[in-house]
């Protein structure tokens, strides 16, 4: 299997539930992301991580969670979300200080009910 | 650091006419620049970049687009849309250092009418 692959690609939760979203990439990046995609906004960096080294988050609130155990997989731990937690959640990868640009996966479509 | 304005929210064309999507970016040093496509429930997919050299880049599907360094522009077109071409379209810019780094715009939805 080769490019970016995100599991589950759709993901209904209670608000006091917890889950994870799940990505791999078989492309031999050392950089990963994690994006919210809103209905109607921009997309929104999330969390980066560079070398399985967190660098960046952006003002994330804390019942998001990001985890990247090993440069090819990322995962996005959710915990007691909110019903506009609901979008589509994306991963990237990259190869750092290469200008190939990003390979996004499909997404999980996330519903807080 | 960079940034990146697609004037246009929503781009109606009929099927079979040209299409030109407008992408503006600001930056204080030189850049690379991606167009990037999102199908319906789908994760964004590259169309092209422009890297260096040759101003007009071709992509897949038909698409081009041509960086112009004096107006700070990379206006993506297609001669003839096909309904399948109805998608969102995203420019995203970067610095050359090629750090973690790509700044997108809010996105163009392309709608193709029969």
């Known amino acids: 299997e080769t490019g970016v692959t995100q599991t589950p690609r759709h993901l209904v939760m209670g608000m006091t539930n917890k889950k994870s979203l799940k990505c791999e990439q078989h492309l031999g990046h050392n950089a990963m992301y994690w994006y919210k995609q809103s209905a109607k906004k921009p997309l929104e960096l999330m969390f980066v991580y560079s070398l399985e080294e967190r660098v960046e988050n952006n003002s994330v609130p804390s019942r998001f969670s990001p985890e990247c155990p090993n440069s090819s997989h990322l995962f996005l731990h959710l915990h007691t979300l909110q019903p506009e937690d609901s979008a589509l959640y994306l991963c990237a990868s990259s190869q750092e200080h290469k200008p190939y640009g990003y390979t996004f996966g499909s997404g999980t479509r996330l519903t807080v009910v | 650091a960079q940034s990146v304005t697609q004037l246009d ?106």
């Open chain 2, 9 to 114: 929210s929503q781009v109606p064309v009929f099927e079979e006419a040209p299409v030109e999507l407008r992408c503006n970016y600001s930056s204080s040093v030189s850049v690379y620049l991606f167009w990037y496509v999102q199908y319906p429930n789908q994760g964004l997919q590259l169309l092209l970049k422009y890297l260096s050299g040759s101003t007009l880049v071709k992509g897949i599907n038909g698409f081009e687009a041509e960086f112009n360094k004096s107006q700070t522009s990379f206006h993506l077109r297609k001669p003839s849309v096909h309904i399948s071409d109805t998608a969102e379209y995203f420019c995203a810019v970067s610095d050359r250092t090629g750090a973690n780094n790509l700044f997108f715009g809010t996105g163009t939805r392309l709608t193709v009418i029969p």
